[in-house]
């Protein structure tokens, strides 16, 4: 893996001997890029300002408290999240999950699972944000949809027009104005609105 491939990876660890052990770990597995975050106050901005690519968090024996910093951390940052943790229980390990945590490794670190740990991270993370995205499109089309059908339900009562025609008007307009059918539609919602 050559420096300019390496990703940026932060280590979020309250202890220095245990950041130093994941630091080296991490170089021997080719990460060259490596940042330590050693204190947990504001600890969101200062992921923020390092801008990582991958984030591993290590804890000891985690509180709920510190967990669920964590887990909020993992929610805001929309990168790859590893968190070692050395013991768990089956619920926090189900919050891992939902505050998406890419990889939750109960029974703390081994030097040589680092690479292989962190290449799962980064594709499950890869996989669930394609997942989310096609879920954020259809839910949008859907809206768009049902924005349309509305606009044409209007049209054809004012206009005295069939479903066809109405959507044949909302598309002639849409290719005239350049804009997008959902746009009109919407303009025509508006506008109804208004005129109540």
Do not use: W
């Not at 597995?29 to 591993?56: C, K, N």
């Amino acid at each position: 893996m050559s420096a300019e491939s390496s990703p940026r990876i932060v280590i979020v660890d309250e202890s220095p001997i245990r950041a130093a052990i994941l630091e080296e770990g991490l170089r021997e597995a080719g990460f060259t890029d490596v940042a330590h975050i050693s204190e947990m106050q504001g600890l969101l901005a200062r992921i923020y300002a390092l801008d990582p690519e991958i984030i591993v968090i290590d804890l000891e024996n985690p509180s709920r408290d510190v967990l669920e910093q964590m887990f909020q951390v993992s929610r805001a940052v929309k990168r790859p999240v590893a968190m070692f943790v050395d013991q768990s229980d089956a619920a926090s390990i189900q919050a891992s999950v939902e505050a998406g945590v890419s990889a939750y490794i109960v029974d703390g670190l081994k030097k040589e699972r680092i690479k292989p740990i962190l290449d799962l991270c980064v594709s499950r993370f890869n996989a669930f944000a394609k997942l989310q995205d096609e879920l954020d499109r259809t839910k949008h089309a859907l809206e768009e949809r049902k924005v349309i059908d509305r606009a044409k339900g209007i049209l054809m009562k004012m206009k005295g027009l069939t479903e066809d025609e109405a959507y044949v008007l909302l598309r002639s307009t849409a290719m005239r104005e350049k804009k997008k059918i959902g746009e009109i539609a919407q303009s025509i919602l508006t506008a109804s609105e208004l005129l109540k």
